[in-house]
């Protein structure tokens, strides 16, 4: 399947120049002209898919405690930082779609809450996301999120993410049937790359926030990679605007 995958995804939303996972983020970021975005949904006690990163309120918002144990009641009332709101799945899917953005959305299952993130993102997705001109593409670092995923969505396309990409990675993925590797830009080894050159595969590598590590991947074979950095990687004023189609 062929994505229409830009070089460039803005991480966690409007990486460095908004609170992460955040509406704002998502809007700054197709502002400046970015295809495309990177967001971590979560479930709240109530099981309501959502933007959060870690497991726990404290570094993201002014809450306290677990994601997985507060309520919505609560969740949708704590400041993200710059008084934007935790958003909700389906309010993010909205704005990428209103925008036309590419969304990459990264199951983040707090632990041991793994199938019922994966059930909940994968049906929310499919009514979501019904008859968008840009599909979505699903990821995770649990494999037993993308099984469901791709059991309960098989139709949206799935990326597998790996800290260290294993020996086994193709296998993985064909698996999954999923479409693209994800994986951590440090590690990242020819031989990987070597072998989803030759499976056409897209190697989507995070998180590049400088311009010469972005160039040097670019140059061994990686398609896109993920930044925080939209001030320098922004395609209305980037050096690199020449590179930012494409894939
Ligand atoms: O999906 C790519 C990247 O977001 C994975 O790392 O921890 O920022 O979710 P993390
Ligand atoms: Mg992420």
Known sequence: ???????????????????????????????????????????????????????????????????????????????????????????????????????????KPAAGFERETAEAVARQSVKLWQDARVPPLISSFSLEALEIARDLAPQIPRGVLFEQVPDDWLAVLLRLQAVTLHCAAEGLTDAVLAEARANEIPVLCYTVNSETSAGALFRRGVSAVFTDRLDLFAPETSAYKGLHLGG
């Open 1 to 107: 399947m062929r994505l229409p995958l830009p070089r460039w995804i803005a991480h966690r939303g409007g990486g460095s120049l908004a609170p992460e996972n955040t509406l704002a983020g998502i809007r700054l970021a197709a502002r400046l002209g970015f295809a495309a975005v990177e967001f971590d949904v979560m479930l709240s006690a109530d099981g309501t898919p959502l933007l959060m990163h870690d497991e726990t309120l404290e570094r993201t918002t002014n809450g306290q405690g677990h994601v997985s144990a507060t309520s919505d009641a609560v969740l949708f009332r704590l400041d993200a930082g710059g008084g934007e709101r935790v958003p909700g799945y389906a309010e993010a899917v909205a704005l990428c779609r209103q925008y036309d953005l590419l969304a990459n959305v990264e199951i």
